[in-house]
């Protein structure tokens, strides 16, 4: 995972981490052969995604809460430096001219309550397919709060679990072990 700052309010220069941060050499690929490119975004203290969609040739502005109109000059501020630093990067691209890919914006939730947003944004991140619309209702907080901790806690890749965290595992009658330990029992089948 690369973090790159799309966020800046300077659309005019294209700085040079990001175009090199987006390059195939360092990511391993062609952005342009990606279905979706995912941009989760922090506007104040609240999370929105952006997504450009190259599948569907277009930019998907996703709102985890009602107003839109708190991050739309934001949006099109970091779409605008995408597009060049995209350009930049992929010059000869022949699947799609990222310039005439329109913007759509999108509300997933009724919510007034920006507090959730960025447990909204991380579901996004998980299953958002460019095909599924997803609409969050407030008492999906809670329960995506959960699957998300739970998820992040006990995730394979952990190479260790917090002694903390296995306690409160062990107190919902959860097995936790840190990753050498599933690495062994694993190795010993």
Known sequence: MYQVNFASSDTDSIPTEIA????????????????????PLRKYSFWYLLVANFRDKRFEVICPFKNIDIIQSDAFNVICKFRKV????????????????????????NQINHNDSGVFVLKLL???????????????????????????CTHEENELILPKIK????????????????TKRISKK
């Open 20 to 39: 090199v941060s987006l390059s195939e050499k360092k990511i391993g690929f062609r952005l342009d052969n990606a279905d979706l490119v995912l941009v």
């Open 126 to 152: 998980l299953s958002y397919d460019g095909k599924t619309h997803f609409h969050f209702k407030e008492e999906h907080a809670k329960v995506l709060r959960e699957s998300i901790t739970y998820y992040l």
């Open 86 to 109: 995209f350009k930049a990067v992929h010059s000869k691209s022949s699947r799609l001219d990222i310039y005439d890919m329109p913007t759509v914006f999108g509300s997933v939730s």
């Open 167 to 182: 306690y409160i595992a062990q107190q919902h009658r959860i097995e936790v072990d840190n990753y050498k330990c599933r």
